[in-house]
């Protein structure tokens, strides 16, 4: 029998938003989100990692049949957990190699950054957990604290199943993606000691009923991954752009003009680079404002 929390006990505290309940959070949504959005840009091998974890998170928080708040907490908590990489170096994030142990290090940091960035925050509790404790481990061999499998939060055990397959089934500059198939086996070897078992096994579960195929490989619903022809990182896609548009790479700063139909997405290279004003990182606002709309909606029953 599968059970939604483990037998020992956990030290779960009530996630109360510092806001009154007359208030309006889309606002202060909306700027955790687009923080989170430009944090992630940085890095061109990641585009669309925040918005799939959120949604990996959604899925596996309503397959646990959690309540509609709790729901929206989490998948905020999974756009929102990378929130400390903004302390980490450029030339960390952008390694085309393996990290050494110095710099393992640095990134193994940025929980506890992300934390730190929403102290006082007014909904900083509805995430906390999901930001800090996400690289947890239930046989305590995980960061920043080595917590052990009892004192997990809900909300970590679920985002860092979500991460670390989004990881698995995403290129990097130093190894290929792996098959759905292939992440749903690398979590299963590491049940109980990497992952939860219980919720890993209701994730695998979701993979293998082709669940998650709608989520796998894209940047948004219904826009699969584009890479760049020229140097490989992801180039994002977002729902507003139109066909014909000019694209940049935001490694090689490549132009590409985007084709864009009911059936297929697709970029053509033009040969060109772009120059400093259109290669900005830009937010997705409309990405952004349908999670904002969907978030706040579920987070004032709560």
Not at 141 to 152: K, S, V
Not at 226 to 232: E, I, K, R, V, W
Request: some cysteine.
């Amino acid at each position: 029998m599968i059970t939604l929390l483990p037998s020992t006990r956990s030290r779960f505290e009530p996630f109360e938003a510092g806001v009154s309940p007359k208030q309006d959070i889309r606002p202060l949504l909306q700027s955790l989100l687009v923080m989170a959005w430009m944090v992630e840009a940085r890095d061109p091998y990641t585009g669309g990692h925040l918005w799939r974890v959120s949604q990996y998170s959604r899925l596996l928080a309503e397959a646990l049949g959690l309540s509609k708040y709790e729901v929206a907490r989490i998948t905020l908590g999974g756009f929102l957990h990378d929130l400390g990489k903004i302390g980490v170096s450029d030339l960390i994030l952008n390694k085309p190699g393996r990290l050494n142990d110095e710099e393992c290090q640095a990134i193994q940091c940025h929980p506890e950054t992300g934390a730190r960035i929403l102290v006082g925050h007014p909904l900083g509790s509805l995430v906390k957990s999901a930001i800090l404790h996400h690289h947890e481990r239930p046989d305590g061999a995980g960061y920043p604290f080595g917590l052990d499998e009892g004192n997990l939060p809900i909300d970590a055990r679920i985002v860092s199943i979500c991460d670390a397959f989004d990881a698995m089934t995403s290129a990097r500059p130093y190894r290929r993606n792996m098959s759905l198939e292939d992440a749903l086996k690398g979590i299963k070897l590491n049940l109980h000691t990497q992952f939860d078992g219980n919720f890993g096994h209701i994730f695998i579960d979701l993979g293998r009923s082709g669940r998650l195929n709608t989520i796998l490989g894209h940047t948004d619903q219904g826009i699969p991954i584009q890479n760049c022809l020229t140097c490989g990182p992801t180039i994002v896609v977002t729902r507003n752009q139109k066909s014909g548009e000019s694209i940049y790479c935001p490694n090689c700063h490549a132009e590409a003009v985007l084709e864009k139909t009911k059936k297929e997405i697709a970029l053509r290279p033009t040969g060109r680079v772009g120059s400093a004003k259109p290669i900005q990182p830009k937010a997705d606002l409309d990405l952004i404002g349908e999670f904002v709309a969907t978030s706040a909606a579920a987070l004032a029953v709560g």
